[in-house]
């Protein structure tokens, strides 16, 4: 059994999960949107799964954490969660795209738009193409405005869209262009089931690699956009593992 969770949207996703052959089978799947805050809830919630079914923390496979790109937020809260809970327990940790757990709830075939909010009038979009529980990255993920993705989206045909960027911005993508049918419903948020899908653990690992685990940002944060407060030199972070 593992854990997953993903804090990338103001919805909280968290599955305790085993191994089925090839696929993942989700032993209970918990849901907590708002106005209860992530970072209030987060800790307990994950008690109260594993004591459900009769399960230790400490005897898990491991951890598995959606990096984004979603609420800097929520994503800082997830990770710093995750990362605290491997180092009690020395547990290994994997990070996967949030967008592409979205793309997962997508049908087989066609170029799949994920789209999550980054700020008012720009979205977050990582193209996929899913192949039964694997999917493949057509693109790296960017954020754009509407109108720009409807233009994307204009240049490529066959393309649908989904994702959680859809409660808000699906008026505003059908006012830009893109046909109604090409918006697909749901996912709202992106599934800690369909995260752990995408997860495959090393066979060892150092809490060096864990630690280096960061978000995917995509874009900068509103501080690091103020000219006031100009980036620190050295390398900028990466969203991956680092090796060993």
Known sequence: M?????????????????????????????????????????????????????AKLAELEGLVVGLGPGSFTGLRIGLATVKALAYATRLKVVGASSLAAVALEGPDGPPLFCLAVARKDDLYLGAYRRSGRSVEALAPETAMSPEEVAAKMAAEPEALALGPALTDYRAALEAAGVAPSRLLSGPV???????????????????????????????????????????????????????D
């Open 2 to 54: 593992f854990l997953a969770l993903d804090t990338s949207t103001l919805t909280l996703s968290l599955a305790l999960v085993e191994r089925a052959g090839e696929d993942v089978r989700a032993l209970e799947h918990v849901v907590i949107g708002p106005p209860q805050k992530q970072s209030e809830v987060l800790p307990g919630v994950v008690g109260e799964l594993l004591a459900r079914h009769g």
């Open 189 to 243: 948020f992106p599934s800690a089931v369909e995260l752990a899908r995408l997860a495959r653990f090393p066979d060892t690992q150092a809490m060096e690699a864990v630690f280096a685990l960061e978000p995917h940002y995509v874009r900068p944060s509103e501080p690091e956009r103020n000219p006031k407060f100009p980036p620190l030199p050295g390398p900028a972070p990466t969203a991956r593992l680092k090796d």
